[in-house]
């Protein structure tokens, strides 16, 4: 026998989709749900903390002008994230990677609290606000000028790509004759170097102009149509 089926009232019971669970009530989970799963937990609290301390640094900006101006969207807005950043890496000469962590904390905090979505920040003809209020062109410029200046200011800590001609100093200098490299760990070695390098160079970069690595022998020649490195024990 199989198993009995059931009762359409149970079915309807089961099935009951009355509003048990509130609109609100849904947004709210999910939200929780989604920036969970986003975002880490130093994450979060990086977040909130950058958020909460804008919040107080408000409270006093220009006599308390702007003291409400995060918790209500309106044009005001923007400038008292402008005038948070500012403070903080005009006044307290914190680095850009500061100005980026606000920004970001402002932009999930305006999503989550005011689900303010897209990547404009516009009146609309009924005087709503729509869009995100990072993205307001001000605040945006601000925001790129320091990006910029800290691109040119940090170029020498990081470590530049290596190009041709960079590779082909480097080589110059293996073959001429006396090099400290020679006399600090034979010719053979500095070989075998100036081959892996060459190698290694084409083969990470692929760099079509240089497609061939000779190994030419004393005494010989070879005549070829792109750039290539000759290595020999002469």
């Given at each position: 026998?199989?198993?009995?089926?059931?009762?359409?009232?149970?079915?309807?019971?089961?099935?009951?989709t009355?509003d048990?669970f509130?609109m609100?009530?849904?947004l709210?989970?999910t939200?929780s749900?989604?920036?969970?799963?986003?975002?880490?937990?130093?994450?979060?609290?990086?977040?909130?903390?950058?958020?909460a301390?804008?919040h107080e640094?408000?409270?006093?900006?220009n006599?308390?002008?702007?003291?409400d101006?995060?918790?209500?969207?309106?044009e005001?807005?923007?400038?008292?994230?402008?005038?948070?950043?500012?403070f903080?890496?005009?006044?307290?000469?914190?680095?850009f990677?500061?100005?980026?962590?606000i920004?970001?904390?402002?932009?999930?905090?305006?999503r989550?609290?005011?689900?303010?979505?897209?990547?404009?920040?516009?009146?609309?003809?009924?005087?709503?606000w729509t869009?995100n209020?990072v993205?307001e062109?001000?605040?945006t410029?601000?925001?790129t000028?320091?990006?910029?200046?800290?691109?040119?200011?940090n170029?020498?800590?990081?470590?530049?790509?290596?190009?041709?001609?960079?590779?082909t100093v480097i080589?110059?200098?293996?073959?001429?004759p006396?090099?400290m490299f020679i006399?600090s760990?034979?010719?053979?070695?500095?070989l075998?170097?100036q081959?892996?390098?060459?190698?290694?160079?084409?083969?990470?970069?692929?760099y079509?102009?240089?497609?061939?690595?000779?190994?030419?022998?004393?005494g010989?020649?070879?005549?070829?149509?792109i750039?290539?490195?000759?290595?020999s024990?002469?």
């Open positions: 026998m199989g198993r009995p089926k059931p009762k359409q009232s149970d079915l309807v019971a089961k099935g009951n009355s048990t509130g609100d009530e849904m709210e989970a939200a749900k989604t920036v969970s799963h986003l975002y880490s937990d130093a994450t979060r609290t990086m977040y909130t903390g950058h958020v301390r804008g640094y408000l409270q006093n900006f006599n308390g002008e702007f003291k101006a995060i918790s209500e969207l309106s005001q807005t923007p400038t008292a994230i402008l005038a948070f950043i500012a903080k890496c005009e006044r307290e000469d914190k680095s990677k500061t100005a980026e962590a920004r970001s904390a402002f932009k999930q905090y305006f989550d609290t005011h689900r303010c979505q897209g990547t404009v920040w516009q009146q609309e003809s009924d005087g709503r869009g209020p993205y062109r001000t605040l410029n601000y925001y000028s320091l990006k910029k200046q800290y691109g040119r200011e170029v020498t800590r990081q470590s530049l790509p290596m190009s041709y001609q960079d590779l080589m110059l200098y293996l073959q001429s006396g090099n006399q760990v034979g010719k053979d070695f500095c075998f170097f081959a892996f390098a060459a190698t290694g160079f084409c083969l990470w970069t692929r079509v102009s240089c497609r061939i690595v000779l190994f030419v022998a004393a010989s020649s070879f005549a070829y149509s750039p290539y490195f000759c290595i024990r002469s």
